[in-house]
């Protein structure tokens, strides 16, 4: 027997080896005819189809205000040909990489995102065409938009203002950023109605009435076209407050003045009083806070007029607020005490001559009416219409021979004053 080379054997080995696989690939073949499951693919003719093309996608509006929405569509692209068709799939925040739940579907779509916040915010929405005769899938195209938070403003506190004070500018505190304001309901006090403010504007205050005014005043915020809720704060502005004005006074010297009693016709607080006078000689303080000057008595050392000029200042409070109102002068005069001299014209006389005496006044307005005791006799004489330096003729006449006396015991000038005094 012939011994086979070394290469011959492994030609001859891989060559059985194969025959034998091919044999049991082919029994096995012949054995499993049994069928366990089954599929069918159906393959057209793809020559004639388009597949789908990316859009460009779009807001309108693209910013807006919570609460409100934006319509998102697209333009251009394409969905392809073919049964069943393609269709535009939305999503919010992301493009999805796999399985995702869409926010809509079709060339456009209405959105109405929130924004709890006090700033602006953006959100991404994404758009791409998918599924289709080919079951074919085109980029996600992205489209922004902004939604604007509602504006809101804090209150300012209440204020309470004097007639006619200049109101400063209250700072409003608001969001978001760049908000500005309306303002209303103040034209009864003087704050006129404005938008477009970033602050409650400087203002003069006004109330022509008696009695308090207050307006409640509305603060509406607006920003990115959005507007917010209104909130209200009020304004009272206080009357200038006035006074029932004081006659004046005249008395003589030595009378009792009865308390001079202030009062107002100004209502809704509590008006107290402050006076001066510019003569306290006249029996009356420099200055008070009291609702009345007390009774006094009339006090004039001098020979001619004493004159004091009383100024009263009403003050009204309320709300806090205290304002001066409008004051009040009046003027308190005190006639001098009259007095005179008496002097005999002549100083000796025959029996029976009348006797005359000469009226030197020395204080007091003529005429005067004076009362004159002879010899220390009781009642007194009245001499009326008496004038300064003019000779008063004494009756009756003495008749007794010697020395008389002739005594001076009342004045009482034009003015009603007495000597002496009557309280």
Request: glycine share 8%; net charge neutral; hydrophobic share 35%.
């Amino acid at each position: 027997m012939q011994k086979m080379s070394k290469s011959n054997y492994t030609r001859r080995f891989f060559s059985l080896l194969l025959a034998m696989v091919t044999g049991l690939v082919l029994v096995n073949v012949t054995q499993s005819t049994a069928q366990i499951s089954s599929t069918s693919v159906t393959v057209h003719d793809s020559s004639s189809t388009t597949l789908p093309s990316a859009a460009t996608a779009s807001a309108s509006p693209a910013s807006f205000c919570t609460g409100s929405g934006t319509t998102l569509s697209i333009s251009g692209g394409h969905l392809g040909s073919g049964t069943p068709a393609a269709q535009w799939v939305w999503y919010a925040d992301a493009c999805p990489t796999a399985t995702a739940t869409p926010v809509g579907t079709g060339a456009s779509i209405n959105v109405s995102p929130a924004n709890p916040g006090t700033q602006p915010i953006t959100k991404t929405y994404y758009v791409r065409a998918e599924g289709g005769f080919c079951n074919y899938t085109t980029k996600c195209v992205p489209v922004t938009v902004t939604i604007n938070p509602t504006p809101a403003v804090t209150a300012p506190a209440n204020q309470v203002y004097c007639a006619n004070a200049t109101a400063a500018a209250i700072v409003l505190n608001g969001t978001p950023t760049g908000v500005t304001y309306a303002i209303s309901g103040g034209a009864s006090v003087g704050l006129a109605n404005a938008s477009g403010l970033t602050q409650i504007p400087s203002f003069t205050a006004i109330n022509a009435t008696s009695a308090p005014v207050t307006a409640t005043i509305s603060i509406t915020p607006s920003a990115n076209g959005c507007t917010g809720t209104a909130v209200t704060y009020t304004v009272t502005v206080n009357p200038t407050a006035a006074m029932v004005a004081t006659s004046d006074i005249t008395k003589c010297n030595g009378n009792t003045v009865s308390a001079i009693a202030f009062s107002s016709p100004t209502t809704g607080g509590t008006v107290t009083y402050s006076w001066t006078n510019d003569n306290p000689s006249v029996g009356i303080a420099a200055t008070g806070t009291t609702s009345s000057i007390p009774s006094f008595t009339a006090t004039n050392a001098a020979c001619t007029d004493a004159v004091a000029n009383i100024v009263v200042t009403p003050i009204y409070t309320n709300g806090g607020q205290t304002c001066n109102g409008t004051p009040d002068t009046f003027v308190v005069r005190v006639r001098p005490t009259p007095n005179a001299t008496l002097a005999a014209v002549s100083a000796e006389l025959c029996q029976g001559t009348a006797v005359q005496v000469a009226y030197t006044a020395t204080c007091g307005t003529a005429p005067f009416n004076v009362e004159i005791r002879q010899d220390g006799i009781t009642p007194f004489q009245t001499y009326n219409g008496v004038t300064n330096g003019s000779n008063i003729t004494i009756t009756p006449t003495p008749t007794s021979q010697g020395a008389h006396t002739y005594d001076l015991m009342k004045i009482t000038d034009a003015n009603g004053c007495t000597n002496p005094v009557t309280p």
